[in-house]
């Protein structure tokens, strides 16, 4: 057997106050299969004992078996006599909700559409092959496109080499790459909180210890504890999403940064600097700029960029900016997992970066559409929500004033309608007031969600709970 395993005491912190008005065995079944759906327990992973599970959370055995039946029934769950329960997805199941509607929306994934642009790139970048034919996998990514990406930065301000460059496969590959190199078990890694949840998980697994710093929509980064927090744990790494944070929105001003590069210079503390939101601007006061920019006091910066958020999801390309000995370093230890990247792909982002300005243009038009229709909606139908006002990025971290994010979304799924958790950007359960509401989608389909998601905010207000107020009250 040799499913990763699950011990009860961590599921019961992920578990979180799962507890509401319902069956006992049901609330715990829905909040289980929440973890596995959106991913807080992989699948794969091998559940607790039902022995075990029902010890931690003062339950009998009865109960648990209940839970994990459930489960199987649902087909997120498979059981083998003697083997344990595994959490395993069916893809098939999920197409429909027990009693519900067809799952056909999804405010899950934060994502634009393609740009428009993209198939002509596609072609133009077909017709280029030929010419690459006789070329080998190159882990460092290929010359023209390393010196375009180049051009962009010391375009922004920022004095860059093609052999400062590292093309990847997406900004998620870039992130494990760095954290794999500068992480060891036992050393400190600071992130903030909430955060992408990859990189969190990748920490973790790396035995790194996380100490996290809160990021607020309204008010960003408190600069004294961040600052405080750096030097007194002196952390091998600090992860940190600068523009347009995910998922509040923030964005972190220029005399934090410069005062974190200090600092970091002074710890040893290598800044992990995730710009893979930077370019989504919609009406920011100001130039975007890069971190680095503001970095006068030789702390060690390796910024992350991608096009997944402006070009295209589907297109799995990335880069690492760093010093061009660090970039050597990276590719000696890539090379023990991967050998590259396409060359078909990188092909095609070169041809796209071409039309960038237009794309980010598009961009900033369909952000700005669609954050105001969503602003303007949950405004007018759920009041008692604290929205908060983004000048760009990918969603709204909306404060639903009640801890029951992870029940709104279990309901929704009901109404057809796919949200993540709060708790999934967070770490031990945290963040059940707040739900992620992306603003990356056409405004005529973000309605229909949204309706939905409203929908289903009254079908859980409708059932008796004294945190929630009663349909009508505000």
């Not at 034919?133 to 093609?162: C, K, M, N």
């Not at 903030?192 to 998980?201: F, G, L, V």
């Not at 600069?223 to 929105?249: C, K, Q, W």
């Not at 005529?444 to 929908?455: F, H, K, Q």
């Amino acid at each position: 057997m040799n499913e990763p395993a699950l011990a009860a005491r961590t599921l019961v912190v992920l578990l979180g106050d799962w507890r509401g008005s319902g069956t006992t065995y049901r609330n715990l079944a829905d909040r289980i299969r929440l973890l596995i759906l959106d991913g807080r327990i992989p699948s794969g992973t091998r559940l607790p004992a039902e022995r075990d599970l029902a010890e931690r959370l003062g339950l009998s055995r009865a109960t648990i078996s209940s839970a994990y039946r459930d489960l199987r029934e649902r087909a997120v769950l498979h059981s083998v006599r003697g083997s344990g329960s595994v959490a395993r997805i069916n893809p098939a199941s999920l197409a429909r909700e027990p009693g519900g509607r067809p799952v056909l929306l999804d405010l899950a994934r934060a994502s634009l559409p393609a740009a428009p642009q993209l198939p002509e790139a596609a072609l133009a970048a077909a017709e280029a092959l030929p010419r690459y034919l006789d070329a080998d996998s190159d882990p460092v990514g290929l010359p023209e496109l390393r010196a375009a990406i180049a051009a962009r930065y010391s375009a922004q301000g920022l004095p860059t080499r093609p052999d400062q460059i590292m093309v990847t496969l997406g900004a998620q590959h870039a992130i494990g790459l760095v954290t794999r190199l500068f992480l060891a078990r036992g050393d400190r890694a600071l992130i903030e909180h909430p955060s992408y949840p990859y990189a969190h998980d990748t920490m973790r697994a790396l035995g790194a210890r996380v100490v996290a710093v809160p990021v607020t929509a309204e008010t960003g980064w408190d600069a004294d504890e961040l600052i405080d927090t750096v030097e007194r744990t002196s952390p091998a790494l600090a992860y940190l999403m600068p523009d347009f944070h995910n998922p509040t929105g923030a964005s972190m001003p220029r005399d934090l940064r410069e005062r974190l590069c200090r600092v970091a210079a002074k710890q040893g503390t290598v800044l992990l600097i995730d710009e893979t939101t930077a370019d989504l601007d919609i009406d920011r006061p100001g130039p975007v700029r890069p971190f680095a920019v503001d970095n006068r006091s030789g702390a060690e910066i390796i910024t992350v960029g991608t096009v997944g958020k402006t070009l295209w999801a589907g297109i799995r390309l990335g880069w690492i900016r760093a010093e061009a000995s660090t970039i050597t370093r990276l590719v000696a230890s890539r090379t023990r997992s991967d050998l590259g990247t396409s060359i078909l792909e990188q092909l095609t982002v070169l041809e796209a970066f071409k039309a960038m300005p237009q794309i980010l243009e598009l961009r900033q038009r369909q952000l700005r559409a669609t954050r105001d229709v969503t602003v303007a909606y949950l405004a007018a139908r759920v009041p008692e929500w604290q929205i908060p006002h983004v000048h760009g990025g990918l969603a709204l971290w909306v404060n639903l004033g009640t801890p029951v994010s992870s029940r709104l979304t279990l309901t929704a799924r009901g109404h057809g309608l796919l949200l993540s958790a709060g708790p999934r950007f967070g770490a031990d359960g945290a963040f059940e007031r707040f739900l992620r509401i992306p603003i990356t989608g056409p405004s005529e389909v973000t309605e229909t969600a949204l309706a939905a998601l409203v929908d289903s905010w009254e079908e859980l207000r409708r059932a008796p709970d004294p945190e929630l107020p009663p349909p009508g009250r505000y």
